[in-house]
């Protein structure tokens, strides 16, 4: 018994000189720290940006959108997210994603909404395009909308009109005025069901 004491306290005196020993000859790292009055790097506005940015946003384990920008800049007295080169990618339960891209954008974390500007140009993974100039999203009833004139282009089809409405979870496209469009159908000859004189 009193050689088993022995022994462990020998371990134990091994194990501290061993801890000592090794702090003493290897500092640990340190993480870089701002000295005070440095500041976060800025750009020409002189407010703090961040260069690269990615965001998913999850509901109850299901990814429903990822949002990326070149470019964020954040207004914490407006939870407001300034975005340059925005892309926006929608999860479709029964169909392929959306994908939304705009010039600039601004993400408003209270309200849950996303605002494109600039050249917005939007595609499905079907193969149909869109294009406008301004667009928001909004998380809370999933609808994107815009009162600026939109053109929806597909294969066979091109569609003009003055304002939208999109029920993204139920995949409906709605066109508010001015509505025109132009069909090229495939073949040759009258469409089916169309007689000839």
Same mark, same amino acid.
């Given at each position: ?26 500092? =640990?790292?340190?993480? +870089?720290?701002?000295? !005070?009055?440095?500041?976060? =790097?800025?750009?020409?506005?002189? %407010? +703090? &940006? ?7 946003? @999850? ?9 990326? !920008?070149?470019?964020? &800049? ?5 939870? #407001?997210?300034?975005?340059? #080169?925005?892309?926006?990618? /929608? ?5 392929? =994603?959306?994908?939304? %891209? ?9 309200? #849950? ?9 939007? %595609? ?9 100039? @301004? ?16 053109? /929806?282009?597909?294969? #066979?089809?091109? @569609?003009?009109?003055?304002?939208? &409405? @999109? ?15 132009? /069909?090229? +159908? &495939?073949?040759?000859? =009258?469409? +089916? ?5």
């Amino acid at each position: 018994m009193k050689r088993l004491r022995w022994i462990i306290l020998a371990v134990l005196v091994a194990v501290v000189a061993g801890a000592l020993a090794a702090a003493m000859l290897h500092k =640990p790292a340190q993480l +870089p720290a701002l000295k !005070a009055g440095d500041e976060a =790097p800025t750009d020409s506005d002189g %407010r +703090p &940006r961040l260069h690269g940015l990615k965001y998913t946003h @999850v509901e109850n384990g299901v990814r429903k959108w990822s949002l990326k !920008a070149n470019r964020a &800049r954040y207004e914490e007295n407006t939870s #407001q997210v300034f975005l340059d #080169q925005v892309a926006i990618e /929608f999860y479709r339960e029964k169909a392929g =994603p959306i994908y939304l %891209r705009g010039d600039e954008g601004v993400y408003n974390q209270k309200t #849950q909404t996303v605002t494109l500007k600039g050249h917005v140009d939007g %595609r499905t993974s079907e193969g149909d395009r869109l294009s406008t100039t @301004v667009i928001t999203y909004r998380e809370k009833d999933k609808v994107a909308e815009t009162d600026a004139e939109v053109t /929806f282009e597909g294969s #066979q089809y091109k @569609v003009v009109g003055q304002g939208m &409405r @999109v029920l993204v979870d139920k995949n409906i496209v709605i066109l508010k005025r001015n509505v025109r469009s132009t /069909f090229r +159908p &495939r073949g040759s000859g =009258p469409p +089916p069901g169309a007689t000839v004189d």
